[in-house]
C-alpha cells in the first residue's frame, strides 16, 4: 500500500467564508472536474456536529491540506485552527501535507512564509498556478497538443507533431533568426546534435513562430524521418511548389532538376529546411535508423575495428582446398583504416545528387536562398580540405539546455520552486535533455513531495556527470511499481515502436483476468511464458477506441491498468507516445537500461510471448521494401533471443534471406541479423547444432561483409566454412564456398593466382557433381580474373562458356552478369591498348546495354537485383564516357553511385567513384576529379580493395601531372605499380594498370 492508499480523501479546502465566491465557484469546480475527492466544510460538514471535531476530520482524513491565503484567512480564528491542526500532523511540512495557494497579497505570518506557495494574485500566470496546484495534489493536468499555425502558402511536407510543453530555446532560435536574416555569406546552415535534443521541435517552433511569411514567403520544410522521403523525392516536390505548372518536372533528368532547383535558390525569399539529414547519410540509411544510438554521431569505433589485411598475413589456411599465397609486402600502402575512414564512410550521402546539391549551394556564387540541416552528422562533402567547413557552410552545436530553458520547461510541468533551485537540481546533469525530463518525472510523482523542487535534493549525485546522468534513470526505474518495471522491459524487448493494441494483446494473452501480473518476488513481473498467442491477431472496436482514448488525453478514471501504467511511464519520461502515428517508443538509452534490468529468465519469457505474437502476423503477399518485411525480421530477433538458434536460422534462410540479398541487398541488415547467432563470437562457430547450417551460415555473412568492404571479417568466416564442407565432402557446396571465397575476397585483394586456383577447382567440383549452374558461375568469375591478368583471349573464352551454359538453363540473371563482365573485359582491353579504338567503344556499349536489358528482364519476371543493377549502370555510364557521349555517362554514373549507396555495396562504390572521375578530368572539372578519386582512394585502402586502389591512384596521378606536379603524379605512379603488381609479372599483374602505370612512370623519366 503506498502513501496515497492510506487517505480517503485528497484535499481538506482550508478558506475563509469571505472568499468563498472564488473557492467555491472555481477552485472546487477545478479540482473535483481533475478527479480529486476534495473535503470543504460548506458541504461537508455533519450538520450539528462540533466544528472542531469536523475540522480535525477533515484534516486527518486528507492527505493534502490546501491553505488559500488572503488577509480574511489570516484574520479568521477559525482558519488558523485548520492549519495548526495540519501543522501539527506535519510539523516541518517534509511530507508537504500543506499546499499555501496566495490568492491575494497579505502579510504572511513566518509559519506559513517559511513554506513555498503557489501564486493565484491577480497578474499572476494562471495558467503555471493551475498546473503547480494539480501536479502538487497528484493530479497534474494533460498538456493539450500546441496548436499548430496555418502557413497556407508554404511547403510543409511533413508537419512535426509538436510535444507538449515545449518552452524557450530563446538564445538557439534569435541564432537562427540572426543566420536567416544578417548572414548572407552563409547560405547553408547546419543544426547539428545528438538524438533527444529537440533539434527538430526547435527548429519547427522557430519556422512557424519567428519566420514572418511577408519576407519569406517560398518555405519548404522536409523531413527525412519520413519512409518515402528520399532526397530524389524531396528535389521532384521541391520543383512541383517552386515552379508549378511553369515546369515539367517529371520529365526532366534528376541532373536538370537539381540544376534547375540550383538556380531558383539565386533568388531571395526562399527557405528550404531539411530536418534528420542523418537520414541522407550512410550512417543512418538503414532500416534500423529511428532507433539507432549516438554512438556514430559521437565517434565511437566499432566494436571490432574496421580496417585492411596487414601486409603479409596469410588470406586463408594452408589445407589443399584452401591454401592461398600471402598477401606480398606493401601490397596496401598508405592505409587509412580505423576510425577516421569509418567516418568518413559513414558521413557519405546515400544520393550523389545530395552531395552536388550541398556543395553547390556552399560554393556557388549568387546563392541567396537559405538552407537548414538540423542532423547528428555533418554531411562529409560540405567539409572543406585541410579543416573547417565549405565558404558557405555554417555549422551550430547543440550541446545541452540552456539553464533558463531547463526552468521554464520544469515550470511548464507543473515543478514548484524559484529560479535558483530549479538551476540548482539541473546544474548535476549537464543539463542533458533526456536527465532533465527523468529527473521531472520523479518531482512531478514523487509520494512525498509532488511537484516540488525540493524532491531532487533526496537523489545521489555523486560521481562524475555520467554517473550522475545514470543515477536519475536508475532512480526513475527503481521508483516504479513492478508491474510497470515488467511492461517497460517488455516494450524494451521490441527494437522498434509499438502500437498500443499490440501491447494490449499480449497483455490479455499473459493475464485474460484483471488485475496486475503477479510478481515473482524479485520486484518483476512473472508472467507467463507458456502462453500462446492466437495466430490471428485483429484489434477489436473496443481496443480500437481505448487506443484512441489514450492518445487523445482521456481520464483517469475508469481506464484499465494497462492505460494507467502507460500514462504513468509517459509521465515519467520514460516512455514516448506518438499521438500522431498512435505508437509507443523507448528512447535507446531508456531501452538498453530497462532491457538490462529484465533477469535471464525473464528475458527468455518475454521473447518467447513476442515470439509467438509475431508468428501470428500474416506474411505480405509480396515484398516490395523492407518494412513489408519488418514482423519477420522481428519474428527471427525474438526466436534469436529466446535462446532458439536453429529455429531462427531456419526462419532466416527461407523467409529473408532471398529477399534480402539478392532483391533488396540489405547487407548491412544481414550482417546485423546473422550476428546474432554468433552469441561465442566470430571466432568460434554459429550456435547451430547442424554443421552444414552453421557453414551456410558462414558463407552468408562472409559474403554480406565482403559486398560492405569489410574483408578483414570476410576471410576467416569463408576459412571456417570451407573446412567445414571439406570436412563433409559435401562437394556442391564446397565448390560455391570456392568460388565465393575466390571472387569476393581474393580477387579483389590482388591475389590472382589463389583466386585463380580455386575457382578452377570450383568449375571442377560443378563439373564432377553435375551442378551446371555452379560449373557456369565458376567460368564467369574465371573470365573476369583473366580479364584482369590481360589473358585476353582465354577470358573471352570463359565467357563464352558460361554465356552459353546459361542460356541453356534459360538463366536470365546469370546471362545479364556475364555480358556485364564482357563489357569490363572489353573496357580493360581498350585501357591497355589491345584492340582498335574504333571498334571497342561500340562493343563496350553494345554489351553493357545487353546486360541492363537482361536485369530488366529480370526485374520484370522475378525481381530486381540491386546490385547487379548497380553494376550494369556503372559499366553503362564507362562505355559511354569512353564513347564521349558524357550527358548519358553521367546519368548512368550517377544512377550506379546511388543504388550502391542506398545498399552500401562498398565493393562496387570505387570502382564507379574512379570513372566518375575521368569523366570530370574528361570535362575540365579537375578539382572535382581530384576529390571523387581521393574518396575512392580512401574507401580502397580501407577496404582492401588492391585492384580499385591501384586504378584510383592511377587517376590521382594522371590529376597530378595535368596540373604540373610531378612529384605528387610519380608518387601516385609508383604505388599504382606497387599495387597493380600482385602476384608478379609477367601472368600473374594486374594487366592494364600494371602497364598503364609504366608508361606514365617512362613519361615521367622522358620529361
Known amino acids: 500500500m503506498t502513501d496515497r492508499d492510506q487517505f480517503e480523501f485528497d484535499v481538506f479546502i482550508s478558506y475563509s467564508s469571505k472568499d468563498k465566491a472564488w473557492v467555491r465557484g472555481e477552485l472546487l469546480k477545478r479540482l473535483e472536474e481533475a478527479g480529486l475527492k476534495a473535503i470543504i466544510y460548506f458541504r461537508d460538514f455533519t450538520p450539528g456536529a462540533a466544528s472542531i471535531k469536523e475540522m480535525e476530520h477533515g484534516v486527518v482524513k486528507c492527505r493534502k491540506t490546501l491553505l488559500v491565503l488572503t488577509p480574511n484567512y489570516l484574520e479568521s480564528e477559525w482558519c488558523e485552527i485548520e492549519f495548526r491542526m495540519a501543522q501539527t500532523l506535519d510539523p516541518a511540512n517534509r511530507d508537504h501535507r500543506i499546499v499555501p495557494l496566495l490568492r491575494t497579497e497579505c502579510e504572511k505570518p513566518l509559519s506559513i512564509a517559511a513554506l513555498t506557495h503557489i501564486d493565484f494574485t491577480d497578474g499572476a500566470d494562471h495558467d503555471l498556478a493551475w498546473r503547480q496546484l494539480l501536479t502538487a495534489l497528484d493530479k497534474r493536468p494533460e498538456p493539450e497538443p500546441p496548436k499548430q499555425p496555418e502557413r497556407g502558402h508554404w511547403f510543409l511536407a511533413h508537419p512535426y507533431p509538436m510535444p507538449p510543453n515545449f518552452t524557450g530555446r530563446l538564445a538557439e532560435r534569435e541564432m537562427l533568426s540572426r543566420w536567416l536574416e544578417a548572414d548572407p555569406a552563409h547560405p547553408l546552415l547546419s543544426l547539428r546534435a545528438l538524438g533527444g535534443f529537440g533539434k527538430s521541435a526547435l527548429v519547427w517552433h522557430w519556422l512557424t513562430q519567428d519566420v514572418a511569411p511577408a519576407a519569406w514567403p517560398r518555405v519548404v520544410w522536409w523531413s527525412f524521418y519520413e519512409g518515402d522521403a528520399s532526397f530524389e523525392h524531396f528535389l521532384v516536390e521541391t520543383l512541383q511548389y517552386l515552379y508549378g505548372e511553369r515546369m515539367a518536372v517529371g520529365s526532366m533528368s534528376a541532373r536538370d532538376q537539381l540544376t534547375a532547383l540550383l538556380q531558383a535558390l539565386c533568388s531571395g525569399g526562399t527557405l528550404l529546411v531539411l530536418d534528420g539529414f542523418e537520414r541522407a547519410l550512410r550512417a543512418y540509411g538503414g532500416l534500423n535508423a529511428a532507433y539507432q544510438g549516438d554512438e556514430v554521431a559521437a565517434g565511437v569505433p566499432p566494436a571490432v575495428e574496421d580496417g585492411i589485411l596487414p601486409p603479409g598475413k596469410a588470406i586463408d589456411n594452408t589445407s589443399a582446398a584452401n591454401a592461398s599465397a600471402p598477401v606480398p609486402p606493401g601490397r596496401m600502402p598508405g592505409s587509412t583504416a580505423g576510425k577516421d575512414a569509418c567516418r568518413y564512410n559513414d558521413c557519405d550521402c546515400l544520393s550523389p545528387l545530395a552531395e552536388i546539391f550541398l556543395r553547390g549551394v556552399a560554393t556557388l556564387p549568387g546563392i541567396r536562398a537559405k538552407v537548414l540541416l538540423t542532423t547528428r552528422l555533418c554531411p562529409r562533402v560540405l567539409e572543406a580540405k585541410g579543416a573547417g567547413l565549405l565558404q558557405g557552410c555554417r555549422e551550430e552545436e547543440l550541446r545541452q539546455m540552456q539553464p533558463a530553458d531547463a526552468v521554464e520547461f520544469f515550470r511548464a510541468q507543473g515543478i514548484r520552486g524559484t529560479h535558483t533551485e530549479i538551476e540548482q537540481a539541473c546544474e548535476p546533469y549537464g543539463y542533458h535533455p533526456l536527465s532533465l525530463r527523468l529527473l521531472a518525472g520523479l518531482i512531478v510523482g514523487d509520494f512525498q513531495q509532488p511537484g516540488d523542487i525540493a524532491a531532487a535534493k533526496r537523489l545521489d549525485v555523486s560521481g562524475d556527470l555520467v554517473q550522475r546522468q545514470h543515477h536519475v534513470l536508475e532512480t526513475a526505474y527503481d521508483s ?20 498500443y493494441d499490440a501491447l494490449k494483446a499480449l497483455a490479455e494473452a499473459d493475464n485474460p483476468h484483471p488485475g496486475p501480473l503477479p510478481s515473482d518476488g524479485r520486484g518483476r513481473s512473472a508472467g507467463r511464458a507458456g502462453t500462446k498467442q492466437p495466430r490471428d491477431i485483429v484489434p477489436t472496436p473496443d481496443a480500437l477506441a481505448l487506443s484512441r482514448r489514450t492518445g487523445e488525453g482521456a481520464r483517469r478514471a475508469g481506464e484499465g491498468s494497462l492505460d494507467k501504467d502507460l500514462r504513468d511511464l509517459v509521465a515519467r519520461g520514460l516512455l514516448h507516445h506518438d499521438t500522431k502515428e498512435g505508437r509507443f517508443d523507448l528512447h535507446p538509452i531508456v531501452r538498453r537500461y530497462a532491457y538490462d534490468r529484465l533477469a535471464a529468465t525473464d528475458r527468455v519469457a518475454a521473447h518467447t510471448r513476442l515470439r509467438d505474437y509475431f508468428a501470428g502476423v500474416p506474411q505480405p503477399d509480396k515484398v516490395t521494401r523492407l518494412k513489408d518485411l519488418t514482423p519477420v525480421i522481428e519474428l527471427y530477433h525474438h ?35 546473422l550476428r546474432a547467432l554468433f552469441p561465442d563470437g566470430e571466432d568460434r562457430p554459429p550456435r547451430l547444432k547442424d554443421e552444414r547450417w552453421q557453414a551456410w551460415t558462414l558463407n552468408s555473412l562472409a559474403n554480406s561483409y565482403s559486398l560492405s ?11 571456417q566454412c570451407n573446412f567445414i564442407r571439406e570436412k563433409h565432402s559435401n562437394k556442391t557446396d564446397l565448390a560455391m564456398g570456392l568460388g565465393n571465397v575466390a571472387y569476393m575476397a581474393q580477387l579483389p585483394i590482388g591475389a590472382l593466382r589463389a583466386a585463380e586456383a580455386k575457382l578452377r577447382r570450383s568449375i571442377a567440383l560443378g563439373r ?58 572489353e573496357l580493360l582491353l581498350l585501357r591497355a591498348g589491345g584492340s582498335s579504338e574504333s571498334r571497342v567503344p561500340n562493343s563496350v556499349l553494345e554489351s553493357a546495354r545487353h546486360a541492363l536489358e537482361l536485369e530488366d528482364e529480370t526485374a520484370r519476371t522475378r525481381y530486381l537485383h540491386p546490385r547487379d543493377f548497380a553494376e550494369a549502370h556503372w559499366l553503362l555510364g564507362a562505355a559511354h564516357r569512353v564513347a564521349g557521349q558524357t550527358d548519358e555517362a553521367e546519368r548512368h554514373l550517377h544512377e550506379a553511385l546511388e543504388r550502391c549507396r542506398r545498399i552500401n555495396d562498398v565493393m562496387d562504390e570505387a570502382d564507379i567513384l574512379i570513372d566518375l572521375a575521368r569523366l570530370r578530368a574528361a570535362t575540365g572539372a579537375s578539382d572535382e576529379a581530384q576529390r571523387l578519386a581521393e574518396e575512392a582512394l580512401l574507401i580502397t585502402e580501407r577496404s582492401g580493395y588492391v585492384l580499385q586502389c591501384a586504378d584510383a591512384h592511377l587517376e590521382l596521378a594522371k590529376l597530378a601531372l595535368t596540373r604540373g606536379d610531378k612529384a605528387a603524379a610519380k608518387d601516385h605512379a609508383q604505388k599504382a605499380r606497387r599495387l597493380a603488381t600482385c602476384d608478379g609479372p609477367p601472368d600473374y599483374t594486374y594487366k592494364a594498370a600494371y602497364d598503364e602505370a609504366g608508361a606514365l612512370l617512362e613519361q615521367l623519366k622522358r620529361d
Do not use: N
Not at 526466436?639 to 540489405?666: I, K, S
Not at 568492404?709 to 576459412?719: D, F, I, M, S, W
Not at 564432377?768 to 567460368?779: L, N
Not at 590481360?790 to 556475364?818: C, H, I, N, P
Open 709 to 719: 568492404g569489410q574483408l578483414l571479417r570476410a576471410v576467416p568466416l569463408y576459412v
Open 639 to 673: 526466436t534469436v533471443r529466446a535462446g532458439q538458434f536453429d529455429e531462427a536460422c531456419a526462419l532466416f534462410r527461407d523467409r529473408l534471406h532471398g529477399t534480402l540479398y539478392f532483391q533488396l541487398g540489405a547487407y548491412q541488415l544481414i550482417i546485423d541479423l
Open 768 to 825: 564432377e557433381v553435375k551442378v551446371e549452374r555452379r560449373e557456369a558461375i565458376g567460368h564467369r568469375e574465371l573470365g573476369l580474373l583473366l580479364a584482369y591478368r590481360g589473358a585476353w583471349d582465354e577470358s573471352e573464352k570463359e565467357l563464352t562458356t558460361a554465356l552459353k551454359m546459361f542460356e541453356k538453363q534459360s538463366y536470365v540473371r546469370g546471362q545479364a552478369l556475364t555480358w556485364a563482365y564482357r563489357a569490363l573485359r
Open 480 to 499: 516504479l511499481t513492478p508491474e510497470r518495471q515488467a511492461l517497460l522491459g517488455r516494450i524494451a524487448c521490441f527494437r522498434s515502436p509499438v502500437k
